[in-house]
């Protein structure tokens, strides 16, 4: 069975700074995607950043990079330069490529507070 | 292009009736799935439906139902309303059933009562 797991229910960064979210996640395949997403209070869940399970290279958006250690089962979130609007929920998320169903695994969610 | 628009964005409703949610996913996309958001927790997966047929469910009972009609937007009904049914739920449309790119509504918070 897929599972997604953070650790980390609440974190706190000052504006500026770098912030690391962490995510694990157990899947019996081979071929998976890897997502982040930020859900703000106006609910509407917005891709972070996504990675391929095939792709050995980190992926990277702007400020929001990941560290992908695939033998570990491991996928956190950078964010560098933290801004007040980074201030949000961030959930990790997988899902099996190739499955019948494209379905999304998510986590339980970090909710990241920016500190002005 | 639009995006995904749920409606409404609010309901309350008492225990054992009906309600039906609606969205209408991103124009070119095929694929909806459904999912509850309960407070505090993160989505669950409860159906996807890809060109008007069920493509896969989670693990949730069959008075939660839905429909995708020809125009691939889609409804999510839920009869004999329990407590435990108040949550978020968001609606997420993809290009196909094999594409990995979600476009999320903004969700409807279902209070029962």
């Known amino acids: 069975a897929q599972t997604v797991t953070q650790s980390q229910p609440e974190m706190s960064v000052q504006e500026a700074e770098t912030v690391t979210l962490s995510c694990t996640y157990d899947?019996?395949?081979?071929?998976?995607?890897l997502f982040w997403y930020k859900q703000p209070p106006s609910r509407q869940m917005i891709l972070v950043i996504r990675?391929?399970?095939?792709?050995?290279q980190n992926a990277t958006e702007n400020r929001f990079s990941v560290n992908f250690q695939k033998a570990a089962k491991s996928f956190s979130l950078k964010i560098s330069d933290s801004q007040l609007g980074d201030a949000a929920m961030y959930f990790c998320?997988?899902?099996?490529?190739?499955?019948?169903?494209?379905?999304?695994?998510f986590g339980t969610g970090t909710l990241l507070a920016v500190q002005p | 292009e639009t995006g995904v628009t749920q409606s409404p964005t609010h309901l309350i409703k008492t225990r054992g009736q009906q309600v039906t949610l609606r969205c209408s996913s991103q124009?070119?996309?095929?694929?909806v799935s459904w999912y509850q958001q309960a407070l505090g927790q993160g989505p669950q997966f409860i159906f996807q439906?890809?060109?008007?047929?069920?493509?896969g469910r989670g693990n949730f009972p069959p008075r939660f139902s839905g429909l995708q009609f020809p125009n691939y937007s889609s409804e999510l009904n839920v009869n004999a309303l329990e407590l435990d049914d108040s949550a978020l739920y968001l609606c997420?449309?993809?290009?196909?059933?094999?594409?990995?790119?979600?476009?999320f509504g903004s969700g409807t918070r279902l209070t029962v009562v």
């Open positions: 997420a449309s993809s290009l196909d059933r094999r594409n990995y790119g979600y476009t």
């Open positions: 899947t019996s395949e081979s071929d998976y995607y």
């Open positions: 990675q391929e399970a095939y792709k050995q």
């Open positions: 998320a997988s899902v099996n490529y190739g499955g019948a169903t494209n379905k999304l695994i």
């Open positions: 124009s070119g996309h095929n694929t």
């Open positions: 439906y890809y060109r008007e047929e069920e493509n």
